[in-house]
């Protein structure tokens, strides 16, 4: 079975710095594709960035964008210039390919400091 | 356009009792799953569906029944509540096999007591 691992319970970054977030995973598979999804207090669950895992280049989506290291199964969101409203949980996710449903991560608690 | 609908967004139940959770969604997706959010834990699958009359099992299935009659809904059953239920419960859907963006509802958190 897949497994995810966020190693960070809480980070803290003062607003307008940049943040890492990290996540590794374990699997056998050769295709399959990560996720980023951010849930602020209301519970929403909102993607925040995908990458799939044939493609060597990482993704980026505005202040977003990902450090993606296949051989070592990591996984890393970088955040860029943080603003308040990036406060949230995080939590990394995986899928198959092959397959349907997501694994998740625990979570990272994201906190801004103004 | 409403994308996924939960209803109802709080219950409290008596252990024992049951209950149906809604999930609809109005965009045709095939793919529709329900996750349970304990605290401290990230999303847990419970069942899915990739279409009508389609499901299987997740990796924490136990206590839940699932039916797929129709591509629009994807309602989730306790059929005798305990507290180990007690959860915060997300449906989602996505378009088909190769779509990569989960569409979730806003959640339905059930306590049982």
């Known amino acids: 079975a897949q497994t995810v691992t966020q190693s960070q319970p809480e980070m803290s970054v003062q607003e307008a710095e940049t943040v890492t977030l990290s996540c590794t995973y374990d699997?056998?598979?050769?295709?399959?594709?990560l996720f980023w999804y951010k849930q602020p207090p209301s519970r929403q669950m909102i993607l925040v960035i995908r990458q799939e895992a044939y493609k060597q280049q990482n993704a980026t989506e505005n202040r977003f964008s990902v450090n993606f290291q296949k051989a070592a199964k990591s996984f890393s969101l970088k955040i860029s210039d943080s603003q308040l409203g990036d406060a949230a949980m995080y939590f990394c996710a995986y899928r198959t390919g092959g397959a349907d449903g997501l694994t998740f991560g625990k979570g990272t608690h994201l906190i801004i400091q103004p | 356009n409403a994308g996924v609908t939960q209803t109802p967004k709080f219950q409290v139940l008596k252990t024992g009792q049951s209950m149906t959770l809604q999930c609809a969604q109005d965009?045709?997706?095939?793919?529709m799953s329900w996750y349970r959010q304990d605290p401290g834990m990230g999303l847990r699958l419970i069942h899915y569906?990739?279409?009508?009359?389609?499901?299987d099992q997740g990796e924490v299935p136990n206590g839940y029944n699932v039916s797929r009659s129709t591509t629009e809904d994807f309602p989730l059953r306790l059929l005798s509540a305990a507290p180990s239920q007690t959860s915060v419960y997300f449906c989602?859907?996505?378009?088909?096999?190769?779509?990569?963006?989960?569409?979730f509802g806003s959640g339905t958190r059930l306590t049982v007591v």
């Open positions: 965009m045709n997706h095939e793919y």
């Open positions: 989602a859907s996505k378009e088909g096999w190769r779509s990569y963006g989960y569409t």
């Open positions: 699997t056998s598979e050769s295709d399959y594709y």
């Open positions: 569906s990739v279409g009508a009359g389609i499901t």
